[in-house]
Structure formats: C-alpha cells, structure tokens
C-alpha cells in the first residue's frame, strides 16, 4: 500500500509539471537532449522529464517597436535626430530562436544603419518630403535581412524627424513668410473682386436709371402725343357738328372774334354781336368797322 501511494505520488510529481497547454498565437521551442526537437503550436503537450526542456517561448502576434532617435547626417550635411516604429512578426518561431543573438537589438542597429545609409543619399528638404519613400525603402530593406531570423518586417514609420534648432527657426521663418505672402495674394484677389463687383454694380445702376429714364420720356411723348390727338379729334368732332348745324359762316366769325381779342392787346374794345347771327353780313361790317378803326389808334 505504502508502495503504491509512492508511485502516485512520485508519478504526480514526475508527469502533471511536463503536461503543458500552449496558449494561441504562442509557439514553444522544444530541445531534447540539448538538440532542436521541434515547435508546439497551440494545445496540449507532453515533454519527457529531464529529457526535453522548452527552449523558447515566442508570440506569434504582431510587435511593434519604437525605437530611440537616431543621429543621421543629410547629404547637404546637416545633422538631424530621427525615430523609427518598426511592425513585425515572428513567422518562424525555430529561426528566431536559433537566428541571430538578441532579436530585437539587431532589429534596432539593423534599423539605424539602413536610416543613415536612406538619409546620407538625401537633402534636408528631400528628407522632410519623403517620409512615405523612406517608410517603403527601409520596409524592404529590413524584410529582407530578417528573413533568416524568421522575422517578418509588416511595416516601418519615420516617427519624428528632428532638425537642429537653427534650421527649426529658418524654417519657421520661411514658413511665415510664405503665410503673410499668401494672406496678402488673398486680400489683394479679394479686393479685386470687390471692385469688380462694385464696378458691374455700378454699371448696371446706370443701364437700369438711363432705361428708365428713356421709358419716362417715352411715357411723356406719348402723353403729350395722346393728348394733341384727342385734342384734335375734339375740335374735329365741334366742327363736323357746326358744319352738320350748317353753321359754317358762324365758325369763322367766332374765330375772328378769336384774332380780334389778340390785336386788341388786352385794351377795353367794346364788341358787339349782334342778336340775329343769321345775318352774317351786317356782322362782318361790323367786324370790318372795328379792324379800320383800331388800326386808326394803332398808327
């Protein structure tokens, strides 16, 4: 009996700590014997006490890297402070673990040596404009040489680039020049327009005063022209009657009374007509009597 609870317990201590569950997007590097003896992927495992031992254990999950400034010299020699983020993934857990010492520090110089070789070819301005060329060259670049190491470079961002502070300040100056530049091109365009407008304004104010100015006198004139016509009609229409009446000799004696008034000036000249206008002509002697005698007072 005593026998047997040694083995369970000896069994216990021997087997439960070299039951292992490896995690999701974990990978463990087991070694048997001090030699490579494979990779456990997520799920339950089995390693044979003081034989095999787990080696390394890596994430499989995306790594991001943000990586301190690094001095750079341009190729215009202007010295400027630069730090990188670096995004990668171990794609093979045994090359990783066997690749290359320190992972991450030679991620780190690999990335300083490849930003200082990318800058050296370029000018400051150039280096300030080109962060999306830069990104993808040092992407490649990187890939490339961690492939052995079962690296997978996804991605790598220019996080700040830092110029010296001399050159921050001519920068900010030629900065604000070129805002005051495009402030007064944009006051000067809009006072242009401004008159513009004023002028189109002004322009069409005269068109509309001289239209209604020329529609007033139309108005006027064919008033005035109305008028003379309605005028005439009456007088037309008087003398169709007076002629109807058969009163023709009685019309021109009332527009002699007409002249008369004139040539008299005003001066108290007693007419007389006389009671019976049928007799037309003992009223034109007398019309005739009183043309010679105001012409008698006029000489």
Known sequence: MELFIILVVLAAVLIIPNIKV????????????????????????????????????????????????????????????????????????????????????????????????????????????SRDIINSKMRAILDEATDPWGIKVNRVEVKNIIPPRDIQEAMEKQMRAERERREKILQAEGEKKSSILIAEGEKESAILRAEAKRESQIRIAEGEAEAILKLKEAEAQGIKLLKEAKADQAVLTLKSFDALRDLANGEATKIIVPSDLQNMATLGVTLKEMFQEHNKKGS
């Open 22 to 129: 490896v995690p999701q997007a974990k990978a463990y590097v087991i070694e048997r014997i001090g030699s490579y003896y494979g990779t456990w992927s997520n799920g339950l495992h089995f390693k044979i006490p003081f034989v095999d031992r787990i080696s390394n254990r890596v994430s499989l999950k995306e790594i991001v890297k943000d990586f301190d400034p690094q001095p750079v010299i341009t190729k215009d020699n202007v010295t400027m402070q630069i730090d990188t983020v670096v995004y990668f993934q171990i794609t093979d857990a045994k090359l990783y673990t066997y690749g290359v010492e320190d992972p991450i520090r030679a991620i780190e110089n690999l990335t300083a040596t490849t930003l200082r070789n990318l800058i050296g070819d370029l000018e400051l301005d150039q280096t300030l404009t």
